[in-house]
């Protein structure tokens, strides 16, 4: 039997009391599995990281509908810490380290006030064992980092909260493909190894689905598809939505719905 370990129902963002940027969403996401979502520009996936985090607040953003339970429990009025807390941890489509401090006291910050010497050394042998390039940059600013080491900071600056649901956002952003397979490739190996549950938010359908197990695609802050990675990675849709993006004309999934249903019909 699976176990869910989060659920969003019918959710809806409304930033400045004026702009919605998720309109109704629902989704789900199990224990242990690593979820995709999916979405060009502005779909509303960072609002939806944000939602799950609590981090709204920052941007005078509310949650005005729907519910985010996690655990069981509903938190989309809770605080962000108290959802790190709790175990979920955001790593940030932007600003991901702090750029003047060094590699080591990055990974020193977000580990809480109060936890033992034995559990710290533990949280740090963790991120050598994911992430051993950053012992050699131990004492590097991170501000002076490469865009792939700096992600992965980002990651084990994540880890060391010991999340239980780790959030993602933009992954690849201005990243070269070699580097994102190396990132992909850690991260499912610390689902694996720590069966920490992921939910990874990325434009790039190719990048999120060749580790996600389950993928949701998202338009104008509605889900417009759903599937399993394998159905995902297979559907035409997607290959066109996909596709179009590709050729550098950024063409939207409803768009391409039209496009085909216009061929369909009269074509
Ligand atoms: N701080 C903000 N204030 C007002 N509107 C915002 C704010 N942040 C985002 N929005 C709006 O909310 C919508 C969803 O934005 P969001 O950042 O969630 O999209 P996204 O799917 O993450 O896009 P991208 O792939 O470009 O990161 C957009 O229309 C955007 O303009
Ligand atoms: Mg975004």
Redesign the pocket.
Known sequence: MTNTLLTIEKLEVV??RA?T?VQGITLAVDTGRIVALL?????????TLRAISGFLGL?D?RVTEGAINFKGERIENRLPHENTRRGIVLVP?RDKVFPNLTVAENLVVPVPRGTTAIERRRREALVYQFFPQLGALRNRIGGLLSGGERQMLALASALVCRPELLLVD?LSLGLAPVVVDDLLRRLAEIRRELGITILIVE?SATVALEIADYGYV?ENGRIVLDGTAERLRRHPDIQEFYLGLKSGERRSYREVKQYRRSRRWYG
């Open positions: 930033y400045h702009v940027a979405g060009t520009n502005g779909a509303g996936k960072t609002t941007d953003a489509e933009e434009q998202m």
